[in-house]
Each structure stands twice: as structure tokens, then as C-alpha cells.
């Protein structure tokens, strides 16, 4: 048996180091929506907007879906009560939320006829009371003009007659009791997903996914599909256990020659993973930097057979270290430690790519993100990989995805090739998960 190299000691290392964290840092985390309001006065039949900011300070990217309508409670200073419904304005309303990252929503509500005066307004469920003055323009504390014309419905935006005050069972539609509604926030913990969407609501990004068409005669493309499968379904997202943190995952790469002449398939990898990953299992309060950690096993094969037969096993350790910047991005340095395990097919793999890949990640909030990867084998054997991507949503095609660019150059292309040194590749295309 060979002796252990230094990697196998420092990687063990890191596993220690990462369960005595696991076991000692408590896991629950904050989820949190805070509301306002878009204006301070407004009069009867107007339009007003209740802005939310749903933030995650969760242990783990969070999933949440606004709902449709929520109720809204006015009350005056004499303690008149009366609720109405607001719509959400967002057609995207399923979001998943990074840790230390938020999410903006907006609904919209028609001022009741009966709202007069001073009000305290505020989503049922919700503690925070938000003010509004709703008196005409010679009493108001805020000078401001009556509505003109016909009053609108929220939803429909169709004139309106008579007072938008909410009917019980519309506010039964909304989701809330008679005497009082949950807060949206609540719906995080009591979702429930039968049948098919459980099983969808389980699955997730994993590695980047993309498409890419380049190279040295420009008809060689490179695409990769990912994703993850969480194996239990927390009970509480903001307080997950150690086993929710338990993932299925499942990436595939080709190599696609567009150029010759049956457009063949030059390699392709499967690679199934079973790991544990926590996106912040350490972060300060009030501190822009939180630890992520991941650890797992993975197989990787070509699915060929022969002289061309590949694989390799693996287990690592990935800890994550994260950098909110204030001006709205992430800084992320996530190593990889790799060891080595069953190579029978091709035992020299690690003399060509190392044990650790070196990840280093620069994303905007719904902006440029930029990745690079490095590996350094032995004998100067080195490969590097950079990529770009920009959403397109803020071009003017204004559609899904991100236009991508990806730079490579060195070893394990492919895994076939592994041992094949490749000159300098720039391909471009389109992601969908940068």
C-alpha cells in the first residue's frame, strides 16, 4: 500500500476540522420580510404599493414563492378597523434566495373610501405598522390632491364602484382567518409539497449549466447539465438539521466535434455524487464574511469500454469562504481537497490535475460573474479555466439565461484525454446556471 501523500494528512485534517464545526456551530439562521410603504400620503381611491424585502440570513440558499394577494388591516386613530386585499405586481413570484443575499416584491391595494385620516396599516401577521395620511389636501398633514376620475380595481385595473373594503371570503381567499392571517414569511415552514412537487421542489442547481461553441476551427462545442437532489425536506428552513443537508448530485460533460463529418461525440462524463453541503456553517454577527462548507464522494466515468475506458473515485472536503462587498457582490474562495481512491484504469490521473482544484468566484446581484479554476499537477502539469457570464435579461433581447465565455487551457479536457495537453480554447455561448 502507498504511503499517504501530505495532501491525504491535509485533507484529513479538514475533515476533522469541518465535523468539529458541524457539531459545535448551531445551524439556525433568520429569515425575515420587512414592508413599506411607496408613499406617506395617499386619498381615497389612489393606488398605493406595499413594498417587502425578504431577506436570508439562513444557513442555506432559500426557497420562496409571495403570495398572490395579501390582506391588508387600516386602522384609524379612533380604532376603526377595516381590510382590503393587495396583488402582487411580480409575474416571477418563485425565487431562490443566496444566503446574505434579498429578494424585492411589491403588491398593490386601492385606499379604502372609509380609510379617513391618520391610518396604521400593516400586513395581517406581520407586528410592523406602516403609516399613511389619507386626509384631503386642507387637512392633511401632507399636502396632497384627491383622486381624479374613476377609481381602479388593484387586481384589474377596471374602474371601480363603491368602497375596494375586503368581503370575508375574500379575505379567506387570501389565505388569512377571519381574525387575523398569517404573515407570508410563515408560509416558508408550512409549505407542503404533494406528490410531483415535493419531488420538484427537492431538486435544485448544482454545477454550472451551459452551452458553448468555440475552439481552434470554432465547431467544437462543450456543454455541461448539473443538479442536485436534496434528500430531506427541512421542517423549518431557518433551523435545519444536519441531515437536511444532505444532497444527491448528478453533472454531465461532452465534448461535441460539429466539424467532421457525423458530427461525433468526442468524450463524455458522468459523474454521480453523494455529499453534504452547508452554504454558511460560520458567519459573525453583523460580519460580510460567512463559511460554507461541502464534503462528499463522487464518480466520474466516460462510459466507455476497452483501451478507452476511464474513471476515477474520489472523496474531498470544499470549504467556502464568502465576502459580501458592499457594493451588492460576493467574493467566494472554495478549494477543493481532493483524495484519491480505486484508479485502477488509470492510476496517474492525479499526476495531471493534483489534488486540489483552486475555485475562485466574483458574482454580481443580477450582474457580471466571473469564475476561475486552476489545478496544478506534478512535472509543471497545470490547467486553467476561466469563464464570464452577463445575463441577458439586461440586453436588449431581454431574455432568460447568460451570455458565456469560457477560456481553457491544459490537462483533463476530457477524460478521455486526460493526459492530453490542450492548447488555448475560447468558446462562447449560453448558461443557464453560471
Known amino acids: 500500500m502507498p504511503n499517504p501523500t501530505p495532501w491525504t494528512h491535509l485533507a484529513r485534517r479538514f475533515v476533522s476540522i469541518a465535523a468539529t464545526l458541524i457539531l459545535a456551530w448551531p445551524l439556525s439562521g433568520l429569515a425575515g420580510i420587512a414592508y413599506s410603504l411607496d408613499r406617506n400620503h395617499a386619498t381615497a381611491g389612489e393606488t398605493v404599493h406595499v413594498n417587502a424585502i425578504v431577506f436570508n440570513d439562513t444557513p442555506s440558499v432559500m426557497d420562496w414563492t409571495a403570495p398572490a394577494t395579501i390582506v391588508l388591516q387600516w386602522r384609524s386613530e379612533r380604532g376603526d378597523t377595516l381590510r382590503s386585499i393587495a396583488y402582487l405586481n411580480t409575474a416571477r413570484p418563485s425565487v431562490s434566495i443566496p444566503v446574505n443575499n434579498f429578494v424585492r416584491f411589491e403588491w398593490r391595494a386601492v385606499v379604502p373610501q372609509s380609510a379617513l385620516g391618520l391610518q396604521a396599516v400593516n400586513v395581517e401577521g406581520d407586528t410592523t405598522l406602516l403609516a399613511l395620511d389619507t386626509s384631503g389636501t386642507e387637512e392633511g398633514r401632507i399636502v396632497a390632491a384627491a383622486a381624479d376620475g374613476p377609481v381602479l380595481d388593484a387586481a384589474k385595473g377596471d374602474p371601480v364602484y363603491g368602497d ?47 452551452f458553448d461553441v468555440g475552439g481552434h476551427n470554432s465547431r467544437m462545442a462543450r456543454f455541461q447539465i448539473s443538479l442536485k437532489y436534496r434528500l430531506f425536506t427541512p421542517n423549518d428552513p431557518r433551523d435545519p438539521s444536519i441531515w437536511d443537508g444532505l444532497y444527491l448530485g448528478y453533472t454531465q460533460t461532452s465534448l461535441w466535434d460539429l466539424h467532421s463529418e457525423s458530427n461525433p461525440f ?58 459580501r462587498l458592499s457594493h451588492g457582490s460576493t467574493l467566494t474562495f472554495a478549494p477543493r481537497l481532493k483524495h484519491y481512491f480505486s484508479m485502477g484504469e488509470n492510476p496517474d490521473y492525479r499526476d495531471y490535475v493534483g489534488n486540489v482544484d483552486w475555485k475562485l468566484r466574483w ?72
Not at 368581503?167 to 388569512?176: I, K, L, S, Y
Not at 415552514?189 to 427537492?202: D, K, L, M, T, V
Request: net charge negative.
Open 164 to 210: 375596494p373594503v375586503a368581503a370575508e371570503h375574500e379575505v379567506a381567499q387570501a389565505g388569512a382567518a377571519t381574525l387575523g392571517g398569517p404573515a407570508p414569511l410563515t408560509n416558508l415552514s408550512s409549505q407542503s409539497y404533494p406528490g410531483f412537487e415535493r419531488f420538484r421542489s427537492a431538486i435544485s442547481p448544482y454545477e454550472p449549466v451551459y
Open 266 to 323: 468526442v468524450d463524455t462524463s458522468f459523474k454521480p455524487s453523494l455529499f453534504w453541503r452547508q452554504d454558511a456553517v460560520f458567519r459573525p454577527e453583523g460580519s460580510p464574511f460567512f463559511l460554507g462548507l461541502q464534503a462528499g464522494v463522487e464518480h466520474e466515468s466516460n462510459g466507455k469500454s476497452g483501451d478507452q475506458s476511464r474513471s476515477q473515485n474520489f472523496y474531498y472536503i470544499q470549504p467556502e469562504f464568502n465576502y
Open 363 to 434: 458574482a454580481q446581484d443580477d450582474g457580471l460573474i466571473l469564475t476561475g479554476l486552476y489545478r496544478h499537477g506534478s512535472g509543471g502539469r497545470n490547467s486553467t479555466q476561466l469563464e464570464a457570464a452577463w445575463p441577458l435579461k439586461r440586453t436588449f433581447l431581454n431574455m432568460n439565461g447568460y451570455f458565456h465565455v469560457q477560456y481553457f487551457k491544459g490537462y483533463n479536457e476530457t477524460l478521455l484525454g486526460y493526459d492530453q495537453k490542450t492548447g488555448s480554447q475560447i468558446r462562447f455561448g449560453l448558461a443557464l446556471v453560471p
